[in-house]
């Protein structure tokens, strides 16, 4: 999972082809791709969450669990908070959250637009390579 490092819940991603020759070259050369990681798990929201939340609907990526010693950690980031952009990019779900990163450059850091605590936040967060 390319957030966080155990899945959440059986959902399963397809890979375009175009994203899975360039790593089949990396193994048959014997290296190991680096992949964009944050450390964090999240989850969709539907409208009952959002009004909880005090958001006008159900967009954005609620971080379920953050793990420890991982960028997401080291961020800020907690448990209820919701990803609503990862640098320019909008985040109106976690496979949004997924696409962005996937484009993100390693140790780079880059702004996470969030809602906390019925605020708008923005907080840097650099994506390490997944452990």
């Not at 159900?58 to 080291?74: F, H, I, K, M, N």
């Not at 850091?109 to 390579?129: E, H, N, Q, T, Y």
Request: charged share 20%; aromatic share 4%.
């Amino acid at each position: 999972n390319l957030i966080g490092g155990q899945p959440e819940g059986g959902v399963g991603l397809a890979v375009p082809i175009e994203d899975a020759l360039p790593v089949l070259e990396l193994l048959k050369r014997g290296q190991h791709p680096r992949q964009p990681w944050l450390g964090l798990a999240v989850q969709a929201l539907d409208s009952t969450l959002a009004a909880a939340f005090g958001l006008p609907g159900p967009e954005g990526a609620l971080v379920t669990r953050v793990q420890e010693d991982s960028p997401a950690s080291r961020a800020g980031i907690r448990p209820g908070d919701v990803i609503l952009s990862f640098g320019e990019r909008p985040v109106a779900d976690p496979l949004a959250l997924i696409e962005a990163l996937r484009a993100a450059a390693l140790d780079k850091p880059v702004s996470l637009g969030m809602f906390r605590d019925g605020k708008r936040i923005a907080l840097p967060i650099v994506p390490g390579s997944m452990p």
